[in-house]
């Protein structure tokens, strides 16, 4: 019999990842969405007719209940939440309500369906923010220095205490920054992939930056999902954290990835102080020790090669719409 697997936020990058791998592996898998009058399942679309979808919200207590009765899944895995850390700026509460709270909404779900259910908890690596060593490992004390990073902290505690209290197996993965070309324009590496594809083609000029001195750990959302899987098939619940252990700057991305369409950086990235963080996290490194001794996970994906295959993703997406466009003049623009 196969194993049923829920996924939250299965829209999303990790989610269409994970989605994948899981079906790989004969899972049957289940995605979790919001009601909405816009659908956003563009990264999900190719896999439309191997996966389910049903209706739930970190923010209702008994849709999840509902969805959890319906799908009767074997591991849960919460990959839903305002994940955006500069609009938790401007919305700190629903940050607040769906990173956090939403959480314990489906610690509790689970506990009241069934207490067998194995949960995977999206854990961020915004959680050390002012970091207090470098590199971050499982025992690093957390500082965060957003709303984002806050609510991260909460639903990463709540899921120890639930694990706990109630002997749940109920896991978190604190994963450090990871990228794809699905990943959503509003990040700064597509940001940054996005506009050198548009520049290479003549579509734009320029593109505005904030920190280019900002050191993130950067690995590819394909690796890290099969990270998420081997945490549920451990004997016994464990958090780890998931990192390549290699920090590069901003500037050091925007340097590969102008250069990988022959193009220097210098001319063509503007840096603007409104585009700066209120708190800024400086250098965020992780030690992903625990992970390579139990789980034997190795990232497959190093980051020149993850800057490349975003930049050609982009360039590919933007020469597609062109060519749409030059077919059909309605068509709208990408």
Not at 17 to 39: C, D, F, I, N, P
Not at 148 to 157: D, L, N, S, T
């Given at each position: 019999m196969p194993k049923t697997a829920l996924i939250t936020g299965i829209t999303g990058q990790d989610g269409s990842?994970?989605?994948?791998?899981?079906?790989?592996?004969?899972?049957?898998?289940?995605?979790?969405?919001?009601?909405?009058?816009?659908?956003t399942n563009e990264r999900i679309a190719h896999l439309s007719e191997r996966i389910e979808l049903l209706q739930g919200d970190l923010l209702d207590q008994?849709?999840?209940v509902a969805a959890l009765r319906d799908a009767q899944p074997d591991e849960v895995y919460n990959l839903a939440a305002q994940s955006f850390v500069p609009t938790s700026w401007n919305q700190p509460v629903l940050t607040g309500e769906f990173t956090a709270l939403g959480v314990t909404r489906l610690l509790e779900a689970i506990r009241q369906v069934q207490p067998s259910i194995r949960m995977y908890q999206a854990s961020s690596s915004e959680m050390f923010g002012k970091v207090r060593e470098v590199p971050q490992n499982e025992l690093t004390p957390f500082y965060p220095r957003s709303p984002?990073?806050?609510?991260?902290?909460?639903?990463?505690?709540i899921t120890v205490n639930y694990r706990e209290s109630y002997k749940l197996y109920a896991v978190s993965g604190i994963l450090f920054n990871h990228e794809s070309p699905r990943r959503g324009l509003e990040f700064v590496t597509r940001k940054i992939t996005d506009g050198v594809a548009r520049i290479k083609l003549g579509l734009a000029s320029e593109i505005k930056l904030g920190n280019l001195e900002a050191r993130?750990?950067?690995?590819?959302?394909?690796?890290?999902?099969?990270?998420?899987?081997?945490?549920?098939?451990?004997?016994?619940?464990?958090?780890?954290?998931?990192?390549?252990?290699?920090?590069?700057?901003?500037?050091?991305?925007?340097?590969?990835?102008?250069?990988h369409v022959g193009l220097n950086y210098r001319e063509h990235v503007r840096v603007a102080e409104e585009l700066f963080r209120p708190a800024e996290v400086d250098q965020l490194s992780g030690n992903a020790t625990r992970a390579r001794e139990d789980l034997g996970w190795v990232p497959q994906v190093g980051f020149e090669q993850l800057i490349a295959m975003m930049v050609d993703a982009d360039l590919e997406r933007h020469r597609a719409a062109a060519a749409n466009r030059l077919e059909d003049p309605a068509a709208p623009a990408s």
């Open positions: 990842y994970l989605a994948e791998l899981l079906l790989e592996k004969g899972y049957r898998v289940v995605g979790m969405t919001r009601r909405s009058s816009t659908v008994a849709s999840l984002y990073g806050v609510a991260k902290v909460y639903g990463h505690f993130r750990d950067w690995g590819f959302a394909g690796d890290y999902v099969r990270a998420m899987w081997l945490m549920l098939q451990q004997d016994e619940p464990r958090d780890y954290v998931i990192a390549t252990g290699e920090t590069r700057s901003v500037r050091e991305l925007c340097e590969l990835a102008f250069g």
